[in-house]
């Protein structure tokens, strides 16, 4: 059935999405086209970061960061990488609780403050529930608050229309060069799409303050959110 799919005519957009641009949100459209590069960028920043067929992945999103969070979800499919998924929010700590218990978690992927914030409710050791994942991306709050306890914490961040993804080794996050240009400005960081995508993006703000340097094909961000 899965296969007979594959016939049939896909829409002519992969998908809308909404990110907040200062006060405001900003709705986009998605095309097949980006959305493959996307995955293909995010496959080679998880292989790059050590992830192999086999391996074990919590994936903590929520629905509506589909945008940001389903070509990683394709890649790690594609890599052959098994992943179990939990939401972002407190109540549903005890299902990341379960499975950083009873599975061999190689890596967390989007952990949240509210996750590490539940985890210490629930009476967790943090430090120890976490030391026997090879890698974690972390979305800000959490990567503050695990600072102390882990220094290899890398980024999981939404930055504005693109996403910033860690890789070992780099300080701060890392935005696919190929895709997106990054600037400093007084604001604070903007960014601009490159390559054609369905929507154009011109300096939209990221919702980072700080500094952009090229590294091959990744322009490495490192800063603190707008407050």
Known sequence: MIDATADLDRPPLYGLASCLV???HLDFEIGWPEFERDTAWAQSVLHRSGLRSGDMVLVTVTNWESPWASPI??????????????????????????FLQRFPIKAVIGLSGQTLTGLSDAGAKTAEL???TELIWARPKA???LAEIRRDVLPYARFGPALALGLPGVRGGAVNAKE???????????????????????????GFRGTVTAVGDELAVYGDPVS
């Open 180 to 206: 997106w240009d990054v600037t400093s400005t007084e604001a604070g960081l903007v960014v601009s799409n490159i390559a054609e995508r369905a929507t154009t993006f011109r300096e939209i703000a990221s």
């Open 73 to 98: 979800v394709h890649a790690l499919r594609n890599l052959g990488i098994t992943y179990v998924t939990a939401e972002v929010f407190g109540w549903d700590v005890r299902r990341v609780l379960m």
């Open 143 to 145: 990567a503050a608050a």
């Open 22 to 24: 200062g006060s405001q």
């Open 130 to 132: 976490l030391s026997h």
